[in-house]
């Protein structure tokens, strides 16, 4: 069987650089005039640059850094969308109602 908790160590991230790229990611949304769509890339590119500086040189820890800035975003926006009481599973990523739109929109045709 599969130990959840054996293949979850496995996975390389480093949580100081998790947290600093979220934390500065926070800072960058309320404090810097930065458009939005631009912090998710500075927390990939941060991420890698921290976790270079902390881990040493090489590609692999360049690939590894970078998941984890982007992994800070993407933890951002849950614990954002937790904190607003939205549920993920019942809106369609912009906030709207999942039941406002149908799933699969079908033209009536007219056969005359």
């Not at 960058?28 to 500086?53: C, E, H, Q, R, S």
């Not at 993407?74 to 369609?92: C, M, P, R, W």
Request: charge should be negative.
């Amino acid at each position: 069987m599969f130990n959840l908790s054996e293949i979850v160590a496995q996975i390389p991230i480093n949580v100081y650089v998790l947290v600093g790229c979220l934390v500065a990611g926070w800072l960058m949304k309320k404090f810097l005039p930065t458009d939005n769509k631009f912090i998710p890339l500075a927390m990939v590119i941060l991420g890698a640059i921290v976790y270079l500086l902390l881990e040493g040189f090489s590609v692999e820890n360049i690939i590894i850094g970078a998941f984890t800035g982007a992994a800070s975003t993407g933890l951002h926006q849950v614990f954002k969308q937790y904190i607003e009481g939205k549920d993920l599973a019942s809106t369609n990523g912009d906030g709207s109602k999942a039941e406002d739109f149908e799933a699969d929109p079908i033209e009536e045709r007219s056969d005359k």
